[in-house]
């Protein structure tokens, strides 16, 4: 007797946007077929990312393997690193089309197979020509496969029996007896399937509380700095009432660190730098000028050898377009030919053009 079917399905997956305009989304699919790109036709849209195509990727299902195909004509599509056209796809793949990373996870299915003991049914015949002190026994051993899917319901069992055997001189016809072993093997295969279902609607159902936390103490976190700058803004007015240093060098000084700070929490740091430096040369001895002088600078810098590191890394792949990009960028930062930073972002962004125009 052959075993029961497996049953199979599409395989469920998601994509989760990791850096990117769409950054923190998550997309999930069961599909045999998805597409991606910057157009509003496909499952995947990335409408806020210019450097995608209008149909950039697809994804494949086909006997149970999943693979990306890579369907732009002009731009590029890495996965694990790589520039590819078509590739497999595993579990925790890293993929990136234009300034968007994803990382593909596949979400498991998990399969219960239950495997029933063995029913064994004797046959006994009399011998209708005449009698005889030994009768005739078939065995016959039945064996139980049956493939569980995770289902919200139970499925009832497929159990397929053997035809019974003949005898040409039977009188009478047998029916197997039921065994004492099959109730109990059925309450442990419906207790497994139970217990399979429970744990794969925890595991589905389980909210995800990190991202949730992350933001919340960043957005806890800026409170209190604005917090602490109006606190430490009205101590230095009450200060200055009391001690008559209510200047209107001061009052200048104050106006240019307020614009500065504005621009500091936006992430606009060289706007920033040049406000503090205008309210210090007002009055030299703001301290909170100084303070976040310090910081802008130190955040301005850290941004320059980013992209920096950035324009290198697409330099070294091949990636022409987006390592000009970086580059471009450290150059609009700095402003200052004679830098040797910017002298080198002007020579690779010259490069990385040159290389991108020769190409198409």
């Known amino acids: 007797m052959s075993a029961a079917p497996v049953l199979t399905s599409l395989k469920n997956f998601k994509l989760e946007i990791l850096k990117g305009p769409h950054q923190g989304e998550v997309f999930q699919f069961q599909k045999p077929v998805i597409t991606a790109g910057r157009g509003d036709d496909n499952d995947l849209c990335l409408r806020n990312d210019p450097k995608v195509s209008r149909f950039h990727f697809e994804i494949k299902q086909e006997d149970g393997l999943l693979t990306i195909h890579n369907i732009s004509q002009k731009n590029f599509l890495y996965v694990n690193g790589l520039k590819i056209q078509n590739a497999p796809l595993e579990n925790n793949s890293r993929l990136q089309v234009g300034d968007t990373e994803f990382i593909f996870k596949l979400i498991s299915v998990r399969l219960a197979t239950a495997e029933m003991d063995q029913a064994t049914v004797r046959i006994s015949a009399a011998n209708s020509a005449g009698p005889s002190n030994s009768q005739p026994t078939v065995a016959s051993t039945v064996s139980y ?11 009832p069992l497929n159990v397929a029996f053997p035809e019974q055997p003949s005898f040409q001189n ?8 039921p065994s004492a072993s099959a109730g109990q093997s059925r309450v442990r295969f419906y207790s497994i399937v139970g217990a399979v279902l429970l744990v794969v609607g925890y595991l589905f159902l389980m909210p995800d509380t990190k991202k949730e936390k992350s933001t919340l ?82 955040r301005f810098d850290e941004i320059v050898k980013f992209n920096m590191n950035q324009g290198r890394l697409y330099k070294s792949k091949d990636n022409y377009r987006l390592c000009a990009d970086a580059f471009s960028k450290v150059i609009v930062m700095l402003k200052d030919p004679s830098d040797p930073t910017y002298k080198e972002a002007k020579l690779y962004f010259d490069e990385c053009s040159m290389k991108v125009q020769g190409r198409y």
């Not at 496969?145 to 499925?155: G, H, L, N, W």
């Not at 500065?260 to 706007?271: C, E, K, P, S, V």
């Open 217 to 298: 103490r960043q957005s806890e976190a800026a409170f209190k700095e604005m917090a602490a700058a109006e606190s430490n803004i009205q101590t230095i007015q009450k200060d200055q009432q009391k001690s008559g240093a209510d200047t209107p060098q001061l009052q200048l000084a104050l106006q240019h660190y307020l614009k500065g700070f504005r621009d500091y929490r936006q992430g606009q740091y060289g706007r920033s730098i040049l406000s503090f430096q205008a309210a210090l040369s007002f009055y030299p001895q703001h301290d909170l000028s100084k303070k976040y002088l310090v910081l802008a600078r130190k």
């Open 145 to 155: 496969a049956v493939a569980i899917k995770t289902d919200p319901k139970p499925r």
């Open 170 to 177: 039977q009188q009478q016809s047998y029916r197997p007896l």
